[in-house]
């Protein structure tokens, strides 16, 4: 089964276990590189969030095409929507069918490979038609463009949902989704980083599990001295920005106005996070390697040498589980160590619903009603394979999770508090930040060099693509 | 006697040849209509889109001279991409000119049945092509799963982020490159030293050249222009690399920039900027690129004139 909260850009893509959707990607991107050269026409223009370019003249940005104004009125019990989803996500979809008779839905389901909706609402802006009404999308990164000036596909949901059914949804969870004050998505799961524990390993070789991330320091140091050769986290993916820096505060990616980005690594939350790290890559108890690389299977999972990671609440059951063949029983979870000034947690991934832009008032509204329904309803939501972000929905689901007996302890408690302490210090921009930490800083990870010593290559290649995708980047 | 055979030709023939010639004129179209519409439809129109849309500007439309692509040249990823594909290129051409002649000259100086065998062997890799390619190179540079792990630990590459760093990246688009595209190429620069005189190899022979002059002082000076047409060819399709460095890139958490390539950075500002007009700017900037170098080529071995 496919993973719908993992992130689908070509930076978070899962190497190891996603073969096929690679060679399926890989069919995708031939067909689109001829494509970039000469298909296509315009785009959008307006925004909330979005750089300069791009643009604009058939597509979005006119009053036509652009978002309309979502005037009063009831929700339309009846009318025809045009919805994208992926096979995870279906069932939802045909739960919503059958419940809604009146509703016909023309479902598109794919599978979401890198960059391939968002290629498709490019080519749509260029046709000016073909949007669909309501759309998935597995990646909370792709909130960064859906809304934008570039692209102008997400409608703002201000006006369509009611604030107060808004408030409904997890602390923080919708922020990835909020740009100028105005909510474009409605999050479908969240996947707040918490602390995976090997707990057999750990009563084997007598450790505690920290708390915070100077006694993460010095357990890494001690399984170093004592059990070289065992991991407890890993730096070698985009993930390890969510996890480490996220989870320091590091404002590696915050927008702090209209297309304005603070990204400043040189900030001592960042500092705190790359000296804690510094010794624990030296001395090999945090792995440079990609969690999901062949190369982290060999040497640490398939042969029970992970004692801890630091990672979202998916990790469990869609990473340790088929892709160690970890035993029920083996990884428990713990709340994420804390730093003196800095509390909150990270996040790894997350979909979310966005309603076109395009679409005229009441569909828009049916479009609404729908993602709301899909996010909440417990029919589908109790055994969805991510924690929901709804907390109602998350209530019933909490109930169900502990059935798999895969945890070592019940993680319902855990998933529920780390879930009201997501950071909303890390935002969505037009491009993947994860992407910059993976092809700035893991080749230099690999050569050798330190967390530390990378803080600054990162940063300016933060900027430079900012930058390049028309923000304007403060410290 | 020259003269003598032209001049009833000039006189008498025009009737016949006139007669003859639309006949022959439609066959040569329809010969090739099936190609020329291929051409016009996924080659020449969207080239001229492309030229259409690099002059426009990016927001409003009109006409933008050259902003777009000054705009995309001052792009931090612009010149890099350009480095790391001109890299690729010259040792992938070399590399690959050197060793298809290499082989095919030792094919072409083969016995025929060993020749056949050798040619087929040759040819065999070219049937994996594109992406399926890719990824069987992915499984043999990656340490943990290659069944030439082995080789790779002896270079010191222990695992796929250190095979695949940035500084190995042309080596490594040079394997595949080599891997898919040389056995056609050693094929055609074979059949090219086929056309050779078996008179003139003779002749040569009989004057006393050695194996090793006879391919250089004789063969390679007769296949020239074939080398040449390989490595217009070559260029064209090299500097348009997309496909190798997109997909390792993926199957290794985006180690690789995603601008690696000039063709991924047209790529990106297409479907990532939404700037179609920039994107079109670089294609037109890899056209340039590949004319130019073909231009030369043409020039330098003087492709388009009579033997």
Known sequence: MQTSCLRTDASADRPARSWRR????????????????????????????????GGASSGGGSSASGAKGVGAGATPKCGKLTVWTDPTRDPAVKDYAKTHPCVHLDVNVFGYAAGEFQTKIGLFNREGSGWPDIAWDPATTDAGWLDSARYHYAAPLNGIVPESTLKQWAHNSLSVCTFGGKVYCLRNDIAANVIWYNAPLMKKFGYQVPTTWAQYEALGKKVAAQHPGYVIGTIGDGYAE??????????????????????????????????????????GSVSTLAVSSADFAKKYGDN????????????????????????????????????????????????????????????????????????????????????????????????????????????????SKSAGIIWPGSSELLFSTDNVWADTVVPGLVKGKSPSSLLGAWGTALKNQATAFGYQVTH | ?????????????????????????????????????????????????ALVLAFEKSQGGGFAGFSNFIATAKDYRFLPAFANVGVYLVIWLVSMTVLVLILALLVHNASRRQSAVFRFIYYLPGALVGAASVIVWLFIFDPAVSPFAFVLRWLGLHSFDQTIQGSHLPIIFTLMAFWTG??????????????????????????????????????????????????????????????????????????????????????????????????????????????????????????????
Not at chain 1, 22 to 49: M, Y
Not at chain 2, 21 to 44: D, N, T
Request: net charge positive; aromatic share 10%.
């Open chain 1, 22 to 53: 690679r060679i399926l990607h890989a069919g995708g991107i031939v067909a689109l590189a001829g494509a970039a050269i000469g298909l296509a026409a315009c785009g959008g223009s307006s925004s909330s969030n979005g750089g300069s370019g």
């Open chain 2, 1 to 49: 006697m020259t003269v003598a055979t032209q001049v009833p030709i000039d006189v008498e023939v025009p009737a016949r040849a006139a007669r003859r010639r639309p006949r022959r004129s439609f066959k040569g179209y329809a010969f090739v209509s099936g190609y020329l519409a291929v051409l016009i439809a996924l080659g020449i129109l969207p080239t001229a889109y």
């Open chain 1, 304 to 415: 029970n040498h992970m004692l801890m990671e630091i990672g979202p609440t998916w990790y469990g059951l869609f990473e340790f589980k088929p892709s160690f063949k970890a035993p029920n029983g083996t990884w428990g979870v713990a709340m994420p160590p804390t730093w003196p000034n800095f509390k909150d947690t990270g996040d790894v991934g997350g979909g979310i619903w966005s309603v076109s832009s395009h679409a005229s008032p009441a569909t828009q509204r049916l479009a609404a009603s729908m993602a709301e329904w899909v996010d909440t309803n417990p029919m589908y939501q109790a055994t969805a394979p991510t924690y929901p972000a709804n907390v109602n929905a998350a209530k019933v689901w909490l109930k169900t999770v502990n059935a798999s007996h895969f945890y070592a302890n019940n993680p319902a408690s855990v998933f």
């Open chain 2, 182 to 307: 040389a056995g056609g190429w050693i094929l055609v620069m074979y059949g090219a030293l086929n056309n050779i005189s078996v008179d003139l190899i003779e002749a040569a022979r009989l004057d006393g050249c050695n194996p090793l002059q006879l391919a250089i002082r004789v063969k390679l000076p007769l296949i020239a222009k074939w080398v040449a047409y390989m490595v217009i060819l070559s260029i064209a399709a090299g500097s348009q690399i997309f496909v190798e460095p997109t997909l390792i890139s993926s199957a290794a958490g985006g180690v690789i920039s995603p601008s690696w390539s000039p063709n991924q950075l047209a790529y990106n500002y297409a479907f990532q900027q939404a700037d179609f007009n920039g994107a079109s700017a670089i294609a037109l900037d890899l056209l340039v690129f590949a004319l130019l170098c073909a231009a030369i080529i043409v020039r330098r071995f003087k492709l388009f004139e009579a033997r």
């Open chain 1, 242 to 283: 969510d996890v480490y820096f996220w989870g320091a505060g590091c404002p590696s990616n915050e927008l702090v106005g209209t297309n304005k980005v603070k990204i400043d690594t040189t900030d001592p939350h960042c500092v705190q996070a790359a000296n804690m790290l510094d010794p624990l890559v030296k001395d």
